[in-house]
């Protein structure tokens, strides 16, 4: 198969509108080739006039760790360009950034949920696109966790930079369909183009979203492998939280938390015992980590480990969202007064609890603290939201 980069260095009618325009390229260190060439040398070695480059959060060279850590302006060593960045001073580029090309080639990897804040790049950059008379082309690329749309709508008033607009969790979409519904949901008036990938099949084997004949880059320092890039529309949400996601070990992101005062075979057992059919599609597994840094830094903590790979995944069952939120009621279940959500400023949102931030609203917070809500509760509530997704995106796919 091909991703959309592949095809523009290999099509030469692709290329050809890019002739004596300036063009500029949004990415990160997974913008490569398959050849393992990133973007920005293979566009310009093809005799594109790269005139500038923009890297998202963590930034271009994918260097910085945590959220609210920030990326500076720099100018390529290399190439002599400016490099702007959407993380730092703006996060929505600048009348200033959009007069240094004529055409913004955006080929950022996703990981398919909504938080992971390239999506709300993505949709700046289409507004300020339009408003200055530009036009983007997303290079697009898979979605590693494939096609299934799972969790609830982020509400009206709730939207932020890990939540750009009324779209679930786990998104179910490519950054160029998503670009084709932002474009009709926000009635944005910019000339897109997507390059569309060839031989991409989301939710088929062998590979379901992630073809097996690709190497997986971290698309930020934490997305270290598909594992995580599945799980991730669940452990996500262990960011809003005092338990640790695992950051400060080799495995962040995978885990449904870690913590030194909580027993995760009991945990695991009343999991089991309230929603077995919500840890379906995965294998559970006892871990013991100490993290080197970030939450619970030096202390042994027990937690649970998701594999979501090999023999134990079943890509139509696995449902990480419904997962991660079983695990915190069965938390507060077993430890009423723990201290789960953690009050800190999130993503530049200092009002809100960042678990609300992040899930667009207040409703899975609420299901876990109510001691008599059921798993029946929040499958209702989010099996409409999902079926409503499903409707609205429909007309914007391009690989089903």
Same mark, same amino acid.
């Given at each position: 198969?091909?991703?959309?980069?592949?095809?523009?260095?290999?099509?030469?009618?692709?290329?050809?509108?890019?002739?004596?325009?300036?063009?500029? #390229?949004?990415?990160?260190?997974?913008?490569?080739?398959?050849?393992?060439?990133?973007?920005?040398?293979?566009?310009?070695?093809?005799?594109?006039?790269?005139?500038?480059?923009?890297?998202?959060?963590?930034?271009?060279?994918?260097?910085?760790?945590?959220?609210?850590?920030?990326?500076?302006?720099?100018?390529?060593?290399?190439?002599?360009?400016?490099?702007?960045?959407?993380?730092?001073?703006?996060?929505?580029?600048?009348?200033?950034?959009?007069?240094?090309?004529?055409? %913004?080639?955006?080929?950022?990897?996703?990981?398919?949920?909504?938080?992971?804040?390239?999506?709300?790049?993505?949709?700046?950059? #289409?507004?300020?696109?339009?408003?200055?008379?530009?036009?983007?082309?997303?290079?697009?690329?898979?979605?590693?966790?494939?096609?299934?749309?799972?969790?609830?709508?982020?509400?009206?008033?709730?939207?932020? %930079?890990?939540?750009?607009?009324?779209?679930?969790?786990?998104?179910? #979409?490519?950054?160029?369909?998503?670009?084709?519904?932002?474009?009709?949901?926000?009635?944005?008036?910019?000339?897109?183009?997507?390059?569309?990938?060839?031989?991409?099949?989301?939710?088929?084997?062998?590979?379901?979203?992630?073809?097996?004949?690709?190497?997986?880059?971290?698309?930020?320092?934490?997305?270290?492998?598909?594992?995580?890039?599945?799980?991730?529309?669940?452990?996500?949400?262990?960011?809003?939280?005092?338990?640790?996601?695992?950051?400060?070990?080799?495995?962040?992101?995978?885990?449904?938390?870690?913590?030194?005062?909580?027993?995760?075979?009991?945990?695991?057992?009343?999991?089991?015992?309230?929603?077995?059919?919500?840890?379906?599609?995965?294998?559970?597994?006892?871990?013991?980590?100490?993290?080197?840094?970030?939450?619970?830094?030096?202390?042994?903590?027990?937690? #649970?480990?998701?594999?979501?790979?090999?023999? %134990?995944?079943?890509?139509?069952?696995?449902?990480?969202?419904?997962?991660?939120?079983?695990?915190?009621?069965?938390?507060?279940?077993?430890?009423?007064?723990?201290?789960?959500?953690?009050?800190?400023?999130?993503?530049?949102?200092?009002?809100?609890?960042?678990?609300?931030?992040?899930?667009?609203?207040?409703?899975?917070?609420?299901?876990?603290?109510?001691?008599?809500?059921?798993?029946?509760?929040?499958?209702?509530?989010?099996?409409?939201?999902?079926?409503?997704?499903?409707?609205?995106?429909?007309?914007?796919?391009?690989?089903?």
């Amino acid at each position: 198969m091909k991703f959309g980069i592949d095809r523009l260095i290999a099509e030469d009618e692709l290329r050809k509108p890019l002739q004596n325009q300036r063009v500029s #390229l949004i990415a990160h260190p997974a913008s490569v080739t398959a050849s393992l060439d990133h973007s920005l040398d293979a566009l310009i070695d093809r005799g594109v006039n790269v005139t500038s480059a923009f890297g998202p959060q963590h930034g271009l060279k994918g260097d910085k760790q945590d959220n609210m850590v920030e990326t500076a302006d720099e100018t390529d060593p290399q190439y002599g360009i400016p490099v702007f960045s959407l993380y730092g001073e703006v996060r929505r580029p600048t009348g200033q950034m959009m007069s240094s090309a004529d055409i %913004f080639l955006f080929d950022l990897q996703d990981l398919g949920c909504r938080i992971y804040t390239f999506v709300t790049t993505l949709l700046y950059m #289409l507004e300020e696109a339009g408003r200055a008379g530009k036009s983007v082309w997303v290079l697009d690329r898979p979605n590693p966790a494939g096609g299934p749309v799972e969790g609830t709508l982020l509400l009206p008033g709730q939207e932020s %930079f890990v939540g750009a607009g009324p779209m679930v969790m786990r998104h179910g #979409l490519t950054m160029g369909e998503m670009a084709k519904w932002f474009v009709d949901h926000f009635k944005i008036d910019v000339d897109l183009k997507v390059i569309e990938m060839i031989g991409w099949k989301p939710g088929h084997p062998s590979g379901y979203g992630w073809p097996k004949d690709r190497v997986w880059i971290n698309p930020s320092p934490n997305a270290a492998n598909l594992n995580m890039a599945r799980a991730y529309a669940g452990t996500v949400m262990l960011e809003g939280t005092t338990l640790s996601e695992g950051r400060g070990t080799t495995r962040p992101l995978e885990v449904l938390f870690g913590a030194p005062d909580i027993d995760a075979k009991a945990v695991l057992a009343e999991m089991k015992r309230l929603a077995p059919v919500w840890l379906r599609g995965c294998a559970i597994r006892e871990c013991w980590f100490e993290p080197t840094f970030h939450k619970h830094a030096g202390k042994l903590c027990n937690g #649970l480990m998701i594999h979501a790979e090999g023999p %134990f995944y079943d890509h139509h069952a696995f449902q990480p969202w419904r997962l991660q939120a079983l695990a915190f009621k069965a938390i507060r279940r077993l430890y009423p007064d723990y201290p789960i959500w953690r009050d800190f400023p999130y993503e530049y949102e200092f009002d809100r609890l960042a678990i609300d931030v992040i899930n667009g609203g207040p409703a899975l917070r609420e299901w876990v603290d109510d001691s008599e809500s059921v798993p029946d509760d929040l499958n209702a509530l989010a099996s409409a939201d999902e079926q409503a997704w499903r409707q609205t995106i429909a007309p914007h796919l391009i690989y089903s």
